[in-house]
């Protein structure tokens, strides 16, 4: 196959998970209440999908985040738009200027796609909307969204292809 056919077809994959990103985010953000203290309890005012499963308990909820990860720079949003919005175009370029492995080019592909999920968030509700909540035990883990799925597993294979590629060359 063709390197500029392999391209769209990754970048039809990848606006794909972007449009499916949107989706989940829409319907929560219209359709759950914001978690909060008024929902204390399972399924924490959103959609339980289960609850203690082995010691596991994961409901869709509703929480918006005007930081990054965790909240970090919520005090900054300017500076995390453009910080993100940066990343995006050199992001952008490396894929589709450089000629990369169909590994790396998956890789910073979600990466991308993530990023760009969680930066058009900013445009359509002011902060970035997240959904997923899991619970492990008594430890509630923070609340993510498909763009940070995209970006954490695109990192991960990003950093395996790199070290299988650095062990090929020893």
């Known amino acids: 196959m063709k390197p500029v056919l392999k391209k769209i077809l990754f970048l039809s994959f990848f606006l ?10 829409k319907y929560v953000f219209n359709h759950l209440p914001t978690m909060g ?3 204390p ?3 924490y005012g ?7 499963f082995y010691q ?8 918006t985040n005007k930081g990054a ?13 453009w910080l993100r919005f940066i990343i995006i175009i050199f992001l952008a370029a490396y894929i589709f200027l450089k000629k990369v492995d169909w590994q ?3 890789a910073l592909g979600l990466i991308l796609t993530g990023a760009v999920g969680n930066l058009l968030d900013r445009f359509f509700y002011g902060s970035v909307v ?19 799925s995209y970006i954490t597993v695109g990192i991960l294979w990003f950093l395996l292809s790199s070290l299988r590629e650095i062990k090929r060359q020893v």
């Open 16 to 25: 794909g998970l972007l449009g499916l990103d949107i989706l989940f985010k």
């Open 37 to 39: 203290a008024l929902h």
């Open 41 to 43: 309890f399972y399924p």
């Open 46 to 52: 959103g959609i339980g999908i289960f609850q203690d």
């Open 56 to 63: 596991v308990t994961f409901a869709i909820v509703s929480v």
């Open 69 to 81: 990860a965790w909240g970090f720079l919520a005090n900054s949003p300017n500076f995390l738009w």
């Open 104 to 106: 790396r080019f998956a």
């Open 130 to 148: 997240d959904m997923f909540y899991f619970q492990f035990g008594s430890y509630s883990y923070p609340v993510f969204n498909l763009a940070d």
